[in-house]
């Protein structure tokens, strides 16, 4: 029963997370909150200056990664908030397996979108940039970058996908970042948009600016 419990609190926590990370992202992260304007500081003003969809996206001086990952106290606040529905139906369960199971699944959440954010946007030729799941990751979060309103999960875009903002692909071409790890993410209806995946586009001059 105890096992039960905790692989039922694991497995439901990451679908959970997926719902806690886009309801975060959209409404504190780039929405400003008048008593806690700092994850939209942070986020909206600071990480999305800096990184664009173009050839920014990817660091481009010394010192600018220190924007790519949250503040080092943001992991434990946010395992800990993500975990209070969980604590509760714990105590109605009358064990703490449940809860255990979901702070073990938060906290590897976290953890992996920590992992993938830094290496999207510092890429280093690390084996999981050479797997084909993080290749659709980071195009959808470049799309973010372009679209500040889609895309809003980096981990499992299963809440883009059931709250209707999920994009696949631009609408209009525009100068995207280019890479080993970065698809082609431009409309489909052009010669230049099936080049194989990394190879930089040729250059269009009525292409909108990012």
Same mark, same amino acid.
């Given at each position: 029963?105890?096992? %039960?419990?905790?692989?039922?609190?694991?497995?439901?926590?990451?679908?959970?997370?997926?719902?806690?990370?886009?309801?975060?992202?959209?409404?504190?992260?780039?929405?400003?909150?008048?008593?806690?304007?700092?994850?939209?500081?942070?986020?909206?003003?600071?990480?999305?200056? $800096?990184?664009?969809?173009?050839?920014?996206?990817?660091?481009?001086?010394?010192?600018?990664?220190?924007?790519?990952?949250?503040?080092?106290?943001?992991?434990?606040?946010?395992?800990?908030?993500?975990?209070?529905?969980?604590?509760?139906?714990?105590?109605?369960?009358?064990?703490?397996?449940?809860?255990?199971?979901?702070?073990?699944?938060?906290? %590897?959440?976290?953890?992996?979108?920590?992992?993938?954010?830094?290496?999207?946007?510092?890429?280093?030729?690390?084996?999981?940039?050479?797997?084909?799941?993080?290749?659709?990751?980071?195009?959808?979060?470049?799309?973010?970058?372009?679209?500040?309103?889609?895309?809003?999960?980096?981990?499992?875009?299963?809440?883009?996908?059931?709250?209707?903002?999920? $994009?696949?692909?631009?609408?209009?071409?525009?100068?995207?970042?280019?890479?080993?790890?970065?698809?082609?993410?431009?409309?489909?209806?052009?010669?230049?948009?099936?080049?194989?995946?990394?190879?930089?586009?040729?250059?269009?001059?009525? %292409?909108?600016?990012?």
């Amino acid at each position: 029963m105890q096992l %039960a419990l905790f692989v039922v609190g694991f497995f439901s926590a990451i679908v959970y997370g997926s719902f806690f990370e886009w309801a975060l992202h959209r409404f504190l992260m780039h929405k400003r909150i008048p008593f806690f304007p700092y994850p939209f500081k942070a986020h909206a003003l600071v990480h999305h200056r $800096l990184f664009k969809a173009d050839f920014t996206y990817h660091v481009q001086r010394p010192g600018d990664e220190a924007d790519i990952p949250m503040a080092w106290w943001n992991g434990p606040a946010l395992v800990a908030v993500a975990s209070l529905p969980f604590a509760a139906a714990s105590a109605w369960a009358g064990s703490v397996w449940l809860v255990g199971g979901a702070a073990l699944a938060i906290a %590897a959440y976290y953890g992996a979108y920590e992992y993938l954010h830094w290496c999207m946007h510092k890429p280093r030729d690390r084996r999981v940039e050479r797997a084909g799941l993080f290749f659709r990751l980071n195009g959808h979060h470049l799309l973010h970058h372009r679209y500040m309103g889609k895309n809003f999960n980096v981990v499992l875009p299963l809440a883009d996908l059931c709250l209707r903002t999920l $994009l696949a692909r631009s609408p209009v071409r525009f100068a995207q970042a280019t890479g080993p790890s970065v698809p082609n993410v431009q409309p489909l209806h052009t010669t230049e948009d099936r080049h194989p995946p990394g190879r930089p586009l040729a250059h269009c001059p009525t %292409a909108p600016t990012p």
